[in-house]
């Protein structure tokens, strides 16, 4: 597609429950990103994939959290028994390479609110 | 450790200038990306230095000075459509990106 997709864009869902975000990235694009953004904070780097390399899940903040990339294309970004504390904005962005001057494209994230 | 340090918020006039600087201190050093984000969306690539200098786009210029382990982006001609976050980030060793808290630019008329 012409660029990063996100979904669903929005997510209600109880305390507990287990919900699954969707990222498909630029077509071509080797490098994959998830962060997370509460309101009015920065970005909080979760874990990400380049290419057929292992991930760096560095930043996932608990075991509840997890991730994967199919074919090296499309991620979906898991969370079990999710808590209040999960509430934020859930952002992917792929990059064309690591680095160099192609910037990284955001997808409009999924805002997930957990009641 | 690794940190990234920008302005919490800055006003500024409409056709005026603005500096937003960024300081930081990273393990290695791939690049500095400034993205602008406006409320309630993603963010948007604006730039990418990873040579000691200034780099214009337009209305648009980042300036690098890597030892000196310094940023800044200088938007001129300021619009109001520029009210916006400001958002620092540097990619470290590990292809990580570390990124800063955002500066919020408040254009006033």
């Known amino acids: 597609g012409a660029g990063v997709s996100q979904s669903p864009s929005n997510k209600v869902t109880e305390k507990g429950k287990d919900v699954e975000l969707r990222c498909d990235p630029i077509?071509?694009?080797?490098?994959l990103y998830w962060y997370r953004q509460s309101l009015g904070q920065g970005l909080e780097f979760l874990i990400y994939?380049?290419?057929?390399?292992?991930?760096?899940k560095s930043g996932l903040p608990s075991d509840r959290f997890s991730a994967e990339r199919t074919g090296g294309s499309v991620s979906t970004l898991t969370i079990q028994r999710t808590q209040q504390e999960d509430s934020a904005v859930y952002l992917c962005?792929?990059?064309?390479?690591?680095?160099?001057?192609?910037?990284?494209?955001f997808g409009s994230g999924t805002r997930l609110t957990v009641v | 450790g690794q940190n990234i340090d920008q302005p919490t918020e800055m006003t500024a006039t409409e056709g005026a200038i603005v500096q937003i600087n960024c300081t930081y201190q990273t393990s290695g050093f791939n690049g500095l990306f400034w993205y602008q984000q406006h409320a309630g969306e993603a963010p948007t690539f604006l730039s990418y230095n990873v040579l000691d200098g200034l780099e214009e786009k337009g209305r648009f210029s980042s300036f690098l000075s890597r030892s000196k382990g310094y940023s800044y982006l200088l938007l001129k001609e300021l619009q109001m459509k520029d009210s916006a976050s400001y958002l620092c980030?540097?990619?470290?060793?590990?292809?990580?990106?570390?990124w800063g808290a955002g500066t919020k630019l408040i254009i006033k008329p």
């Open positions: 980030a540097t990619m470290d060793s590990n292809y990580q990106l570390i």
């Open positions: 994939f380049q290419g057929n390399s292992s991930p760096d």
């Open positions: 962005a792929s990059s064309l390479a690591l680095t160099g001057n192609y910037g990284y494209t």
């Open positions: 077509s071509g694009h080797t490098a």
